[in-house]
Nanobody, 121 residues
Framework: QVQLVESGGGLVQAGGSLKLSCVTFGITFDTYTMKWHRQTPGKQRELVAVITSGSSTNYADYTKGRFTISRNNAKNTVYLQMNDLKPDDTAVYYC???????????????WGQGTQVTVSS
């Protein structure tokens, strides 16, 4: 059974920090590209950050260097460190595990349940 479980969200003041965690079960974690997305009501889900199985990273421009994605393969866990949070960062943050298999038969795309981040002004 595949499961992704996010944690670490909460209510913080602008300028504060949070560290999100996503622990995975049932996948060969170190072979997956891991992503964080976020979504607010009435808006499409948007990509926040990416880390590949080789630990290459990419970020949405709006993070402006404030966010850091990392992974711990021994713990099957991906993290998102968020600093200098702004009210516009308020959203449900979702963890996503994506296979990179060339053969579509082996492509996979799994999602967690999300964790709420609320940033007050």
């Amino acid at each position: 059974q595949v499961q992704l479980v996010e944690s670490g969200g909460g209510l913080v003041q602008a300028g504060g920090s949070l560290k999100l965690s996503c622990v995975t079960f049932g996948i060969t974690f170190d072979t997956y590209t891991m992503k964080w997305h976020r979504q607010t009501p009435g808006k499409q889900r948007e990509l926040v950050a990416v880390i590949t199985s080789g630990s290459s990273t990419n970020y949405a421009d709006y993070t402006k260097g404030r966010f850091t994605i990392s992974r711990n393969n021994a713990k099957n866990t991906v993290y998102l460190q968020m600093n200098d949070l702004k009210p516009d960062d308020t959203a449900v943050y979702y963890c996503n595990a994506q296979s990179v298999a060339l053969n579509p038969k082996y492509q996979r795309d799994y999602w967690g349940q999300g964790t709420q981040v609320t940033v007050s002004s």
